[in-house]
């Protein structure tokens, strides 16, 4: 069995979280083995799945194929400080641990624990598939640099001083393959699917533009984007809606024409909060169905 990995970004508000919790229930009663993982820092997939998550992985209830785990940015950093001081410990006296400490206590740090965290899930075949939930673009484009980045400092700093900011070189080295496999796994189109949600207005397609530009540069392609939150034609009679509508498709248009080699769906607004199984099937039957283009 050969995970699929699909990533969600796009900004903040354009309903990201939405969008990935339909999509894993959707493979959840396909039968999939699915885990959904949020590495926003104002995570809520607590609030969409209506029970408690949190920095752990759970069972959704009520579906038997589907687990959720909120990554909390604060915890990550404090166990990968423990996984990179435990062995160190039976080595080093006291005052070389708290060098390494202080080593481990820089921005840098927090960063590659969350990224850390991220590849851990990576790096596992016990689920089918395997969706994020990113935090906005930004912060998503930083967190996939991470591995390039990384990879080319540890070993640098195998031939210098010895020493990064995550501590002695010599015991991070081996986390170089496994930042090396993330970088492939991102780039391979076949295993990962990189997903954006954006809304049909200039800002949100501007961004969008953007970002997937930048990950063009890491190497890694933007498969498929989903337009969020359309007006539905039926509420077209109210002549405000009818306006909006139309500079809504207008955008679809633009992004039509932009993205045409990348797969575009649309999703309509609901009259209810997507929360729950049963909304995000609803969800899933106009996402899954019917929608896409180049289908």
Sequence with gaps: METKFILFS???????????????????????KTLIVTTDPAANLSDVFQQEIGHRITKIEGLDNLFAMEIDPDKATDEYKERSLAPMRELFDEDLIKVAEEQLSGPCTEEMAAFDKFIDFMDTDEYEVVIFDTAPTGHTIRLLELPVDWSKHIEESAKGSGQTCMGPVALIEDSKKKYDDAI???????????????QPEETSLEETIRSSNDL???????????????????ETINPFFKKK???????????????????????????????????????????????????
């Design 10 to 32: 796009g900004k903040g508000g354009v309903g990201k979280t939405s969008m990935a919790s339909t999509t894993a229930v959707h493979y959840a009663d396909e039968g999939k």
């Design 216 to 234: 063009q540069e890491l190497g890694i392609k933007t498969t498929r984007v989903i337009i969020n939150g359309l007006i539905p034609k039926e």
């Design 184 to 198: 492939s796994k991102l780039r391979d189109f076949h295993k990962t699917d990189f997903v954006f949600v954006m």
């Design 245 to 295: 509508h139309e500079r809504q498709l207008n955008y679809v248009e633009k992004a039509n024409s932009i993205f045409n080699s990348i797969k575009i769906q649309t999703m309509e607004l609901f009259d209810a909060e997507l929360k729950g199984l049963e909304m995000f099937r609803k969800c899933g039957s106009k996402l899954f169905v019917g929608s896409d283009k180049n289908e």
